[in-house]
């Protein structure tokens, strides 16, 4: 009996999965009038690694021309790891699956100018024809939408400290928490409140795996006192839970937290007496809101003299390579 049953699960699963992009399919896609760049549009119609990058991070993450430059190294190295990058982003009221060099240039210098666009902005972007920069949550929307199954970025929003009085908490939480995407991060900035993001995380149901370490990251440093509810030690390990989660169809996403190579890290303290001057001054200034992050980000960088945008730099691109490394895994086993 039990092999009967494992023998109508071998031939049910590959229909189930090959069921499930169907319904993505290129063409329904683009007649919703998304645009998939031609060789992202290969890579899913031959089940190849596709790997998902979001684009807040060019526009409102870093500044004009590194923003660029790092652009095209994260794409680079997805590449040299056997993936096809796809940037996402809306240009001028178009949501765009893969971006030509072209335009990685146009939003890089954009910079601000373009919209910063979580979850709730996508319908108004689109309707407006404007140009928008996808954050986390809109860019896990855009690639289960595509069907790729791995995204790639530096840091996720989190429960901003003080959360609990000002209820600033990022859609990138809810997001995980509906929408069956992996995201390789380097964890969460101690700009945010780390224990209450992994609360929340929690609630939401997001399986949260620490990688080669027990303890969640916090960006610029790999220690946050916090612990990873799980460990996963290779992208094999990381490709296998996200299988799982499509095979039983969990609906809800997975967040890997990736240590920033030792290397590379900040100065913990530095970092820290930044993050609390830059906080103060958005309580000074009453920055509200979707400007609270960038704003953070932005007077971190500035205050340790640039120290924490090299640190970001050399993590987005160690992400990059775990990231591909498991979305090769992963249609290994999905094929
Ligand atoms: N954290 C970073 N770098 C970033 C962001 C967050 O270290 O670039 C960006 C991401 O696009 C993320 C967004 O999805 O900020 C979260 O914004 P908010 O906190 O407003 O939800
Ligand atoms: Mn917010």
Redesign the pocket.
């Known amino acids: 009996f039990a092999s009967r049953i494992a023998t109508i699960r071998q031939h049910i699963s590959p229909l189930f999965l090959s069921a499930r992009s169907s319904n993505n399919d290129v063409e329904s896609l683009e007649k919703l009038g998304i645009r998939i760049e031609p060789s992202v549009r290969r890579a899913l119609s031959e089940g190849l690694p596709v790997v998902a990058l979001?684009s807040?991070?060019i526009s409102?993450?870093m500044p004009y021309p590194q923003n660029l430059s790092t652009a095209k190294d994260v794409e680079n190295i997805v590449r040299q790891n056997g993936a096809t990058p796809a940037s996402i982003a809306i240009l001028n009221g178009v949501p765009c699956i893969g971006l030509t060099e072209k335009e990685l240039e146009y939003l890089a210098q954009c910079r601000t100018k373009a919209a910063?666009t979580?979850r709730r902005d996508i319908a108004q972007v689109i309707a407006k024809g404007a140009t928008g920069a996808?954050?986390?949550?809109a860019t896990m929307f855009f690639a289960a939408k595509a069907g790729i199954h791995v995204f790639v970025?530096?840091?996720?929003?989190?429960v901003?400290r003080l959360g609990e009085s000002t209820l600033?908490i990022?859609?990138?939480l809810t997001e995980l928490g509906r929408t069956p995407v992996l995201v390789v991060c380097a964890g969460v900035?101690s700009i945010l409140d780390i224990p209450r993001t992994l609360e929340y995380l929690e609630t939401q149901g997001v399986t949260v795996v620490g990688y080669g370490t027990e303890e969640f990251p916090a960006?610029f440093t790999s220690k946050s006192g916090s612990k990873a509810p799980c460990r996963a030690d290779s992208p094999e390990e990381c490709a296998a839970i996200a299988e799982t989660n499509l095979k039983l169809d969990l609906q809800s996403g997975i967040l890997i937290g990736v240590p920033i190579p030792e290397q590379h890290a900040a100065a913990a303290e530095l970092v820290e007496a930044a993050i609390q001057e830059a906080l103060q001054e958005t309580i000074e200034k009453n920055i509200q809101?979707?400007a609270?992050?960038?704003y953070l980000?932005k007077r971190v960088n500035e205050l340790t003299g640039g120290g924490s945008l090299a640190s970001?730099i050399e993590l987005i691109k160690n992400n990059a390579r775990v990231g591909a490394q498991i979305s090769v895994a992963l249609q290994e086993k999905l094929r």
Request: negative net charge.
């Open positions: 979001e807040t991070i409102h993450g910063k979580a996808t954050t986390v949550s970025t530096g840091g996720i929003g989190g901003h600033d990022s859609s990138d900035k960006f809101g979707n609270v992050t960038p980000l970001n």
